[in-house]
């Protein structure tokens, strides 16, 4: 199994679809900073499970402060220390959504998908059978998708 860490948006995403077991398949283990954590545990009132105590999801600490105070000022804490942990822990992929942390992975040479590119990596090993439903669930409970990148979705996973 890859050494896979998170970020937040990835995890909430499939939190709202009430879903992680999608992530337990394809990973096995997720890794998560302390401030992914702290970020998840904010919404409680809203979208929340507990996921402190979910075996499969291990929550570590940021040992290098000095790469993480490089990303500080261009990233929320989240994704710095999802960023930082990543090359700490020297993971195989970061789940990360946001544009400007992925071209900060994309500059660190961190290999990187989000929530769609799990979906459809989902669909492809058999753990679901389409990735509409899901796109549609997540547009309703906040996520936003261009309607031109749903469509290049819909197509990339034969669903139009």
């Known amino acids: 199994m890859p050494k896979v860490v998170s970020n ?3 995890l909430l995403s499939f939190i709202k679809l009430n879903r992680l077991d999608i992530l337990k398949e394809l990973y ?5 900073p302390e ?5 998840i545990e904010r919404g409680k009132d809203r ?3 507990e996921i402190s105590g ?4 291990k929550v570590l600490k940021i ?6 105070e490089r990303f500080k000022n261009r990233l929320d804490i989240g994704e710095a220390e999802a960023l930082a942990l990543a090359i ?4 195989n992929l970061l789940l990360i959504d946001e544009k400007i942390g992925r071209k900060v992975a994309k500059e660190f040479n ?3 998908t989000g929530t769609i590119g799990i979906l459809l990596k989902a669909k492809e090993q058999g753990i679901i059978d389409e990735v509409k439903p899901y796109i549609i669930e997540l547009t309703e409970k906040g996520n936003y998708y261009k309607e031109s990148f749903i469509r290049t979705v819909l197509k990339h996973a034969g669903e139009i």
């Open 8 to 10: 937040t948006t990835p």
């Open 28 to 32: 096995g283990e997720v890794i998560i």
């Open 35 to 39: 401030a992914v954590l702290n970020e």
């Open 47 to 49: 979208f929340y499970v």
């Open 54 to 57: 979910k075996h499969w999801i």
């Open 63 to 68: 040992k290098n402060r000095r790469i993480l």
């Open 88 to 91: 700490e822990t020297r993971a």
């Open 110 to 112: 961190i290999k990187f």
